[in-house]
């Protein structure tokens, strides 16, 4: 069975920066594109940043040359580091892939969240 764990939320003031991870483990698994997704309070869930296997980018137009993906084929790691935080940014941040691990089908993948808060 294939996980995502993200780590790297906190609390943070607006300004600040944060660099999030998002690590996939399990055994025998291929990862295709890698996203960012936030979710505030009340709010349904948006896309922040994908990375695709190219590794070419996309972002969300409220986080463009502010927030940038990276990924560690490696490591199966996928970063979102932010910079210029708002307290607009304040949400459930979530990592999400598109996996294969048994057969020939890619899977979506959910992390389990992890909370950014920026204060002003």
């Known amino acids: 069975q294939v996980q995502l764990v993200e780590s790297g939320g906190g609390l943070v003031q607006a300004g600040e920066s944060l660099r999030l991870s998002c690590a996939a483990s399990g055994n025998s698994f291929s990862i295709r594109t890698m996203r960012w997704y936030r979710q505030a309070p009340g709010k349904q869930r948006e896309f922040v940043a994908a990375?695709?296997?190219?590794?070419?980018?996309n972002y969300a137009a409220s986080v463009k040359g502010r927030f940038t993906i990276s990924r560690d084929n490696a490591k199966n790691t996928v970063y979102l580091q932010m910079n210029s935080l708002s307290p607009e940014d304040t949400a459930v941040y979530y990592c999400?892939?598109?996996?294969?691990?048994?057969?020939?089908?890619?899977?979506?993948?959910w992390g389990q969240g992890t909370q950014v808060t920026v204060s002003s």
């Open positions: 999400h892939a598109e996996i294969r691990s048994q057969g020939p089908t890619y899977t979506p993948y």
């Open positions: 990375m695709y296997p190219s590794g070419g980018t």
